[in-house]
């Protein structure tokens, strides 16, 4: 299937992932975010949340990932950037997650000719469909 990168209104949906308490410590370790929010059991009883939590950008990467996993990966050339990243829920082990997304712009590259900028609007959600994240990737892709 041909996917059409520069037609504003395409909608796909990513594959889903089950967050796992491995991603929580090995994130960790890579970034060095070592907040007992999403290591220390106890503390984390008596945090807002109740009990662990993802790390926001852990989140957001996987997610990230999610799209990486589908088809529209064949025309992306690079990630130009990301914008307007709205935490909005919190995301705990055994969470199952993807994302809903829409091409809401796009346009031919300036300097890249034969290429278009193009904004992908995603919103992440989880297993009982509730929001958790929202943001726009920007991509260099190709026809």
């Known amino acids: 299937?041909?996917?059409?990168?520069?037609?504003?209104?395409?909608?796909?949906?990513?594959?889903?992932?089950?967050?796992?308490?491995?991603?929580?410590?090995?994130?960790?370790?890579?970034?060095?975010?070592?907040?007992?929010?999403?290591?220390?059991?106890?503390?984390?009883?008596?945090?807002?949340?109740?009990?662990?939590?993802?790390?926001?950008?852990?989140?957001?990467?996987?997610?990230?990932?999610?799209?990486?996993?589908?088809?529209?990966?064949?025309?992306?050339?690079a990630l130009l950037g990301v914008n307007n990243v709205k935490f909005k829920s919190p995301v705990f082990i055994g969470d199952t997650i993807w994302s809903e997304c829409e091409i809401v712009d796009s346009r031919e590259s300036k300097g890249k000719s034969g290429n278009y900028v193009v904004n992908i609007h995603c919103v992440g959600k989880k297993q009982d469909n509730t929001e958790i994240l929202e943001y726009d990737i920007i991509e260099l892709m190709k026809l």
């Open 1 to 77: 299937m041909t996917i059409e990168v520069t037609k504003i209104g395409y909608k796909f949906i990513t594959k889903r992932r089950t967050i796992t308490e491995a991603d929580i410590i090995l994130f960790a370790g890579l970034t060095g975010d070592m907040h007992p929010a999403h290591l220390d059991e106890i503390y984390s009883k008596s945090s807002i949340f109740g009990k662990r939590v993802s790390h926001g950008f852990l989140t957001l990467s996987l997610l990230q990932g999610l799209l990486a996993q589908h088809e529209i990966i064949n025309n992306i050339v």
